[in-house]
């Protein structure tokens, strides 16, 4: 089946850990993104990658940092930078041609200790 | 920058009914705009997709319509079902119409009661 995977579901950090999400797409996309949802507010993005090796800050990229080594993995680092770190996160792919849409993983909640 | 505001908040519908859900965003420069549902807990599910050019996309009981000049686009559910019970979500490119960064409205909590 083709899709997007992110592991793990639920996270448990303690203050002060960084911490690693794993996004993992087969649909051979080229872009792919992360996504901040919390409690009554939309989805921002916190970074973005159009292509392999590059990657670029999106609304809320402080505190987080990414990789993108290959084309299927899009790896997003919490680091103890983040305040307020509680949130869901979402993954997303898409072709990156203008007219395409966004597909989206299943999300990874993450909690503060 | 692009804002999009969906209205209402929430609703609550008995089975059956028809309903409109609302979408409207402040920068008409968009290549598209694309409407999501999301169960409790779970990831976004894609539902359409209009392009700028379009201005109606249809799939099963969902219709969505796009109005660029004025800067709005509503979602229509008919006959309604329990299942259908999500929130709704619509998101459009931010300005300058690349399709990288879109921008989310809050969402339309919708429960549709048996």
């Known amino acids: 089946d083709g899709g997007i995977t992110q592991s793990p579901k639920y996270l448990f950090r303690k203050e002060g850990q960084n911490v690693t999400l794993s996004c993992e797409q087969n649909?051979?996309?080229?872009?792919m993104y992360w996504y901040r949802q919390d409690p009554g507010q939309g989805l921002r993005l916190i970074y973005y990658?159009?292509?392999?090796?590059?990657?670029q800050k999106g609304d809320i990229a402080e505190g987080y940092s990414v990789s993108r080594e290959k084309k299927e993995s899009f790896p997003l680092t919490v680091t103890s930078a983040q305040k307020n770190p509680t949130a869901f996160y979402l993954c997303?792919?898409?072709?990156?041609?203008?007219?395409?849409?966004?597909?989206f993983g299943p999300g990874t909640r993450l909690t503060v200790l | 920058k692009q804002e999009v505001t969906q209205i209402p908040a929430a609703l609550s519908v008995p089975e059956g009914e028809n309903l409109v859900l609302n979408c409207s965003f402040t920068?008409?420069?968009?290549?598209?705009l694309q409407w999501f549902r999301q169960d409790p807990g779970k990831g976004l599910t894609s539902l359409l997709l209009?392009?700028?050019?379009?201005r109606e996309q249809t799939s099963g009981r969902l219709n969505a319509s796009l109005d660029k000049s004025s800067g709005r686009s509503t979602l229509y559910i008919a006959a309604s079902q329990p299942g259908d019970s999500a929130t709704y979500l619509c998101?459009?490119?931010?300005?300058?119409?690349?399709?990288?960064?879109?921008?989310f409205g809050k969402g339309t909590l919708l429960t549709v009661n048996p």
């Open positions: 997303a792919s898409s072709s990156g041609r203008s007219w395409d849409e966004q597909f």
């Open positions: 649909l051979n996309h080229d872009a």
């Open positions: 990658s159009q292509i392999v090796n590059d990657f």
């Open positions: 920068d008409s420069a968009i290549y598209n």
């Open positions: 209009i392009q700028s050019s379009q």
């Open positions: 998101a459009v490119p931010n300005s300058g119409g690349s399709n990288y960064k879109l921008t």
